[in-house]
C-alpha cells in the first residue's frame, strides 16, 4: 500500500533521439559559354558531393555514409539502415506520386560494385522518388506506383 504522506520531488530526464528528415534544395543552374575555349561551363553547387556521373549527395548524407563504412558497415547494411530511418517518409511520397494524375518517370544506368544497375526517378507537382532497380523493365514502375496506377507516366522512351 502506498502511503498518503507527501515525499520530497524529483526529477528524471529522458533522452530520445528525433526522426531524421530528409532535406530536398533545388538549385536552378545556369550553364554558360567560356569565352576563352568555348566549352559548356557551369557553377559549382554549395555543399554538394560530385559522384562518378555527376550524381550529386548533400555533404551531410555522404557523411553519414562515410562515418557508417568506417564503422565497418557495408554497403547493403548501410542501406537497410537508411530504408528504417527514412522508409516511411518514402512511403508518404510514394502515395503523394499515386495520387497525381500524372507524373515524370525516367531512368538512367547506375553502377553498383562493377554492375550496371538503374536510377529512377518518378517527379509529382510536390513529390518526387528515386529507386535503384537492377531492371529497367516496366516491373519497376508497376512496382513503385503500383498496378493500380490510372495516372499517366511520362517518359522519353
Known sequence: MLSEKPTDA???VIEDIVPARVV??????RRRYCCKCGKQVSPEIPNAVSGGSNE??????MLLIASLKLL????EKIGSLLKLLFGPRYDELREELRKE?????????WMIKGR???LWAFLGRWSV???????RGKDVPKRVLG???KGIVISDS
Open 129 to 135: 522518388i528515386y529507386e535503384v532497380a537492377k531492371s
Open 10 to 12: 524529483y526529477t528524471r
Open 147 to 149: 498496378n493500380d496506377y
Open 101 to 109: 494524375a500524372s507524373l515524370h518517370g525516367d531512368e538512367t544506368s
Open 116 to 118: 550496371n544497375h538503374w
Open 24 to 29: 530536398v534544395t533545388k538549385y536552378v543552374v
Open 56 to 61: 550529386r549527395f548533400g555533404l551531410r548524407l
Open 72 to 75: 565497418g558497415l557495408s554497403y
